[in-house]
């Protein structure tokens, strides 16, 4: 029985690694499942798992001959790690389907999700280097489909984007503080003074200071 104890588990400790085969009447479609999903999937940890049962089946048919009850109890545990494992898998490739299809379905433009994650990071890191390739992954896309995502979604691309939002936050702080430019151009991602100042009078066609005198005068 020794023989048969470590099959069950080598078992346990490999299925709970890919999808597995469930028991019974349902173990042929369960298979099929997994062999259409594999590309969704790591091949060669199918056929592990497949290398790994087929060795279990083959113990068992041995042990039966010495060891009923032993040999039942020892099925019974590998057939519970086996569903357990079976529905686990199930709902990671539904989920993973439902990513696909939710990318697919905003006409080449960036998904709820997608939208909310680069957002968000991007409001949390507005004084920071951004980079495309750092929204990308975090979008789970390559360069090129999410500047391409972006674009469709927002109408700008990310570059100009990422302007226009240190540009309002700029203009924000500028109505809410009395913060000299240069550390307003430090707090939103500009080099300096001069570049917020040059980018500033592009966005509005007024200088910052101007666009600030204008604005306090108006309050007061």
Same mark, same amino acid.
């Given at each position: 029985?020794?023989?048969?104890?470590?099959?069950?588990?080598?078992?346990?400790?490999?299925v709970r690694m890919i999808a597995?085969?469930?028991?019974?009447?349902?173990?042929?479609?369960?298979?099929?499942?997994?062999v259409r999903r594999t590309d969704?999937?790591?091949?060669?940890?199918?056929?592990?798992?497949?290398?790994?049962?087929?060795?279990?089946?083959?113990?068992?048919?041995?042990?039966?001959?010495?060891?009923?009850?032993?040999?039942?109890?020892?099925?019974?545990?590998?057939?519970?790690?086996?569903?357990?494992?079976?529905?686990?898998?199930?709902?990671?490739?539904?989920?993973?389907?439902?990513?696909?299809?939710?990318?697919?379905?905003?006409?080449?433009?960036?998904?709820?999700?997608?939208?909310?994650?680069?957002?968000?990071?991007?409001?949390?890191?507005?004084?920071? /280097?951004? /980079?495309?390739?750092?929204?990308?992954?975090?979008?789970?896309?390559?360069?090129?489909? *999410?500047?391409?995502?972006?674009?469709?979604?927002?109408?700008?691309?990310?570059?100009? *984007?990422?302007?226009?939002?240190?540009?309002?936050?700029?203009?924000?702080?500028?109505?809410?503080?009395?913060?000299?430019?240069?550390?307003?151009?430090?707090?939103?991602?500009?080099?300096?003074?001069?570049?917020?100042?040059?980018?500033?009078?592009?966005?509005?066609?007024?200088?910052?200071?101007?666009?600030?005198?204008?604005?306090?005068?108006?309050?007061?």
């Amino acid at each position: 029985m020794d023989d048969l104890r470590v099959a069950c588990a080598r078992a346990d400790a490999s299925v709970r690694m890919i999808a597995p085969i469930q028991d019974g009447g349902t173990q042929r479609g369960a298979l099929l499942q997994v062999v259409r999903r594999t590309d969704l999937h790591d091949r060669l940890l199918t056929n592990k798992l497949l290398t790994v049962v087929s060795e279990l089946i083959e113990t068992m048919a041995d042990a039966l001959s010495k060891d009923r009850e032993s040999a039942r109890e020892c099925v019974r545990h590998a057939s519970e790690v086996l569903l357990s494992c079976a529905r686990g898998a199930e709902e990671s490739v539904e989920a993973g389907f439902e990513e696909v299809n939710e990318q697919r379905t905003y006409g080449g433009g960036l998904a709820p999700w997608q939208v909310r994650s680069v957002t968000t990071y991007i409001e949390a890191n507005l004084n920071t /280097s951004l /980079s495309c390739e750092t929204l990308a992954r975090l979008a789970r896309l390559s360069v090129s489909h *999410f500047a391409r995502a972006f674009k469709r979604t927002f109408g700008y691309s990310p570059h100009a *984007f990422l302007m226009r939002r240190r540009m309002e936050r700029a203009q924000g702080l500028m109505l809410k503080c009395t913060a000299p430019l240069a550390h307003i151009a430090l707090e939103c991602g500009f080099a300096d003074q001069a570049h917020l100042s040059r980018l500033f009078r592009q966005f509005t066609g007024e200088s910052p200071a101007s666009w600030r005198r204008a604005r306090a005068i108006g309050a007061g």
